[in-house]
């Protein structure tokens, strides 16, 4: 079954406004660019890793006020995410990072929910944490409570799983059957990001005609369509450098 289609903006044309995402990367990282750039949708509801930066990644969307609420685990490095978060245009669940990769899986492998430590002894737990604000600086929207329950003298919290409208990804190279493979780090939250969609996308730097069992990371069974988009531009997100003559 062929799975390609000729560009990005005919790939994620389908994706209407208020629908969920759930979109692959991390920090600047395997992110799909290029689906993200022919978006159009608004008022989407993203679960990915972080936003991006200010004007790249995420970040793109979030400028032009298509995103309305976050579920991320790690949003530092964004300014706009920030005041419009403080400013209640943007509603935000934040969860630990571990737990958001499983809250993916588990909705890609048909798993409602499951217990974990993380989260356990804080608000994560016991709730209240602003998911939205109020523009006066109260909180319009509270996160609520979590069940807790004790095995074998330890407490663990109930973790619903997520599964999204669509994903968006980016990988290394793919097949015409929508076989992926990932280059290094950018395999950490693509994989679950595809399996937590109910329709997958993705760009692949590399089409080939068929990838080698051996080779794939991720199987078409959870690809619904692949786009090629070739080398794209990667950019890093902090760069240090050491001064010279000193140790770094």
């Known amino acids: 079954m062929d799975k390609v289609v000729t560009s990005p903006a005919a790939a994620v044309a389908g994706i ?31 679960v990915s890793n972080n936003c ?28 706009e995410f920030a005041r419009q978060y403080l400013a209640g245009e943007l509603e935000v669940e934040l969860v630990p990072q571990g737990t958001l990769a499983e809250r993916l899986r588990a909705g890609g492998c048909g798993i409602p929910a499951f217990y974990t430590p993380a989260g356990v002894g804080t608000q994560i737990a016991s709730g209240g944490m602003a998911w939205r604000y109020d523009p006066d600086g109260s909180i319009a929207v509270a996160a609520p409570a979590k069940e807790i329950r004790s095995f074998a003298g330890q407490s663990y919290v109930l973790e619903e799983a997520i599964t ?6 980016h ?3 793919g097949d015409r ?13 693509n994989p679950l990001a595809a399996m937590a969609g109910r329709v997958t996308i993705a760009e692949v730097e590399a089409l080939v005609e068929r990838l080698d069992p051996d080779e794939i ?21 902090k760069t240090t450098l050491s001064v010279s003559g000193q140790a770094s």
């Open 52 to 79: 991006g930066v200010d004007g790249w990644g995420l970040g793109v969307l979030l400028a032009t006020g298509q995103i309305t609420r976050m579920t991320s685990s790690y949003v530092g490095e964004n300014k």
């Open 217 to 237: 990371h991720l199987p078409g069974i959870f690809v619904d369509r692949i786009v090629p988009v070739g080398r794209i531009e990667k950019r890093i997100e």
């Open 164 to 169: 999204t409208d669509f994903a968006l990804v």
């Open 16 to 46: 209407p406004d208020g629908a969920s995402l759930a979109v692959g990367g991390f920090g600047l990282c395997g992110i799909p660019m290029e689906l993200i750039g022919s978006l159009r949708a608004h008022g989407l509801h993203v």
């Open 171 to 173: 990988a290394a190279r």
């Open 177 to 189: 059957f929508g076989n992926l493979a990932f280059h290094a780090s950018a395999r950490n939250f």
